[in-house]
C-alpha cells in the first residue's frame, strides 16, 4: 500500500516544475494555474495508479501533458504565451535588453509546434535530461534530440539579429 500523504506532499513539491512545463505548453498565462490544478487534481484522484519505485515527476508531467491535450481538443488552441516571470536587476539597460529578449523567446516558443514546446519546456526549462524527457513524453530520444535542435535553432535565428553568441552549449551525457 502507498502512503498517499507522503505522495501528495512530493506532488506539492513538485509544483513549481509542473508550472513551468505548463507555462511551456499552453501559451496562455491566464491558464497556466488552471491546467496545473486540473492536473494535480486528476494526480490526486489517481494515486492508487501510481507505481511505487517509477519516478513521481515523469508521471506527474504525463497527467499535466495529457490533460493539456485534452484541453485543446476540447476547445481552440490557446493564445498567446506573453508574461512569465518579472525580471529584477539594477542596471537598467541590462534589464530593458533582457526583457527585450525574453519577449522575443516568448513569442518564438509560443510560434514553436507543441512537439517542440514540450521538449523545449522540459529540457530548457525544467532541466531534463533527453532520456528523462523521451520517458515522460513517451518518444524515441532521438525524437526529443530532432525536436530540441529544430526548436534551438528557430530561437537562435530569432535572437541572432544583432550577432549574439550561442545561448547553450551541448551537454555532453544526455
Known amino acids: 500500500m502507498t502512503d498517499h500523504a507522503g505522495l501528495a506532499d512530493q506532488i506539492v513539491a513538485l509544483l513549481p516544475r509542473l508550472r513551468r512545463f505548463a507555462t511551456t505548453l499552453c501559451r496562455n498565462p491566464q491558464d497556466v494555474d488552471d491546467l496545473v490544478h ?18 513521481l515527476d515523469s508521471w506527474m508531467f504525463r497527467i499535466l501533458q495529457n490533460h493539456w491535450i485534452d484541453q485543446v481538443r476540447a476547445r481552440k488552441p490557446l493564445d498567446d504565451l506573453s508574461a512569465a516571470d518579472q525580471l529584477v536587476g539594477e542596471d537598467g539597460r541590462h ?3 533582457t526583457r527585450m529578449a525574453m519577449s522575443v523567446v516568448r513569442k518564438v516558443v509560443a510560434s514553436l509546434p507543441e512537439e517542440q514546446r514540450a521538449v523545449v519546456g522540459l529540457v530548457l526549462l525544467d532541466d531534463c535530461s533527453y532520456r528523462q524527457a523521451a520517458e515522460i513524453l513517451d518518444i524515441p530520444i532521438g525524437t526529443v534530440m530532432s525536436r530540441l535542435s529544430r526548436a534551438r535553432e528557430v530561437l537562435q535565428q530569432a535572437l541572432n539579429a544583432d550577432g ?3 545561448l547553450w552549449k551541448e551537454k555532453a551525457d544526455q
Open 38 to 55: 486540473g492536473a494535480v487534481e486528476r494526480a490526486l484522484n489517481r494515486l492508487d495508479s501510481w507505481r511505487p519505485g517509477t519516478r
Open 95 to 97: 534589464v530593458t535588453e
Open 164 to 166: 549574439a553568441a550561442p
